[in-house]
């Protein structure tokens, strides 16, 4: 195995910000991020609208395996290098029923969590940085006059020194 594909809610703060942290951690295979919704995951997964990846985090291998909820989190915590002991703690038969519920829980309240947190979607970001680019926040303007300038006022000016 050498590439996990993990779709993605790309819609939801906290789905969009595990994916920046899972992308910046080092990694023993490469991990692409899909929004679940996307023409690109119809490609890579044919059955994706079956699966009901809206509801819990799908993973699929390049092997053609496909984990989801708990086992797709242990599945990304198995890629990172750091976290790999952790994956097969959670994988345990002893930790798989909690580690179910909690994904489980977080999966169902996932927007609300978003909220809470104040984290913000890709696709929020995204329509942030395109009505960004179109406004001319960057364009040059030619300097004011001196007498438009407004007048600084120096420390003397307020008596505050001497």
């Known amino acids: 195995m050498n590439t996990l594909t993990l779709f993605y809610d790309a819609r939801c703060g906290l789905c969009s910000r595990v994916r920046q942290w899972l992308s910046s951690q080092p990694s023993y295979v ?61 994988a345990s038969p002893a930790m798989q029923g909690m580690a179910r519920k909690v994904v489980h829980w977080i999966s169902q309240n996932r927007i609300g969590l978003s909220r809470l947190l104040g984290f913000q979607s890709d696709a929020e970001l995204l329509a942030v940085a395109e009505r960004d680019m179109q406004e001319p926040a960057c364009e040059l303007r030619p300097p004011r006059p001196a007498a438009a300038r407004p007048r600084t006022r120096r420390l003397h000016d307020l008596d505050l020194i001497d």
Not at 57 to 86: K, N, S, Y
């Open 30 to 90: 490469r991990l692409e991020f899909v929004p679940y919704d996307s023409p690109e995951a119809e490609r890579r997964l044919p059955s994706i609208r079956h699966l009901h990846a809206d509801q819990e985090i799908l993973v699929m291998a390049d092997t053609g395996e496909v984990w989801q909820g708990a086992g797709a989190w242990v599945m990304c915590l198995w890629a990172l290098r750091e976290f790999r002991a952790w994956s097969a703690r959670l």
